[in-house]
């Protein structure tokens, strides 16, 4: 707010900030146990530790990046943490540096032609996510937890998806319970099977818990097989999801192709088409009922 003083000094307005869409809804927000509160100090020393013996390692990776593929070793991207806030996140470059110039913000796919050969070797293993580690000491991120988003997507699934907010109320993660269990997002119905199991986790999180699914990240690096581990660390998680409405596919992107990556538009796209199909379904419904005096019931 601006305005002047009997001195006719003027004042410099004040500077204000609207609070992005996406920020987590203080009106019965999911709750997280007692867990969290000191969580963070055990994820601090831990990635301490780790950084240790990994700082070499990612030194390594940085130099064979930069050797064999134009652009820097470290790739540094805007993600949604906790509440909300904004951190830069850390990954040893797999891609391209130029990967996004011509599309903007999207979804890796299978077989991403933008990955370099060196990428792959480090994706395979998920060596990539090593600098993490210092996301994790600076306190933007947990070993364990949802994955944190893209703010371009978090604004988009916030819209398309009920509850999307909740996985915002602890910090994100290296690794998780949905990551051990689901592939890599393509489109909503992948992040809506996802948000299952970080609601999972974030009622449910305990040192038991977070000391499987480390184990078992430890070992899927290793490559043992994802169904062997899940089985005995007792981690396996069979996820449904509402059917989709008849004349909606659910694979692709939502602009027509279940091949070119999914943009925060195209997600937008298909959210708008569901929503239009669901309620020409329903429609459908009522007007059917009505003709046979059958009541309908409220969505």
Same mark, same amino acid.
């Given at each position: =707010?601006?305005? +002047? ?20 809804? +203080? ?9 969290? /509160? ?18 070499? =390692?990612?030194?390594? =990776? ?20 906790? /509440? ?9 470059? +797999?891609?391209? $540096? ?6 903007? @913000?999207? &979804?890796?796919?299978? /077989? ?70 689901? @592939? ?7 992040? /809506? ?14 040192? &038991? ?44 992107? %939502? ?7 999914? +943009? ?15 309620? %020409? $379904?329903?429609? $459908? ?7 046979? $005096? ?6």
């Amino acid at each position: =707010m601006s305005g +002047t003083n009997s001195s006719t000094i003027a004042r410099k307005p004040r500077r204000t900030v609207a609070a992005p869409s996406w920020r987590v809804p +203080t009106a019965d927000p999911l709750r997280p146990p007692a867990y969290f /509160r000191w969580k963070v100090i055990l994820d601090r020393t831990l990635a301490a530790l780790l950084l240790a013996p990994g700082l070499p =390692m990612i030194v390594l =990776m940085v130099l064979l990046v930069r050797l064999t593929s134009r652009g820097p070793g470290i790739f540094r991207q805007i993600r949604v943490g906790q /509440r909300g806030r904004k951190f830069k996140m850390y990954k040893i470059r +797999t891609m391209r $540096h130029d990967a996004e110039s011509a599309s903007g @913000p999207v &979804w890796t796919q299978a /077989r991403d032609p933008r990955v370099t050969l060196v990428g792959r070797v480090l994706r395979k293993f998920h060596l990539d996510e090593f600098p993490q580690l210092l996301n994790v000491l600076k306190g933007e991120m947990s070993l364990i937890g949802p994955r944190p988003e893209r703010p371009e997507f978090v604004h988009v699934l916030a819209e398309a998806i009920p509850g999307y907010l909740n996985r915002l109320v602890v910090p994100p993660g290296v690794t998780g319970l949905a990551q051990l269990n689901l @592939p890599p997002d393509t489109d909503l119905d992948s992040v /809506r099977r996802k948000l299952v199991l970080d609601c999972e986790y974030i009622r449910r999180a305990g040192p &038991w818990l977070d000391i499987r699914l480390s184990s078992g990240t430890l070992l899927r690096m290793f490559k043992v097989p994802e169904r062997w581990l899940l089985l005995v660390f007792g981690l396996r998680r069979e996820v449904t999801i509402p059917a989709i409405p008849e004349g909606v596919s659910s694979g692709g992107n %939502g602009n027509g192709s279940d091949h070119a990556p999914a +943009t925060p538009t195209s997600v937008l796209i298909q959210a708008a088409a569901k929503s239009t199909d669901d309620n %020409g $379904h329903h429609g $459908h419904q009522r007007k059917d009922a009505h003709a046979r $005096h059958v009541p309908v019931k409220p969505r």
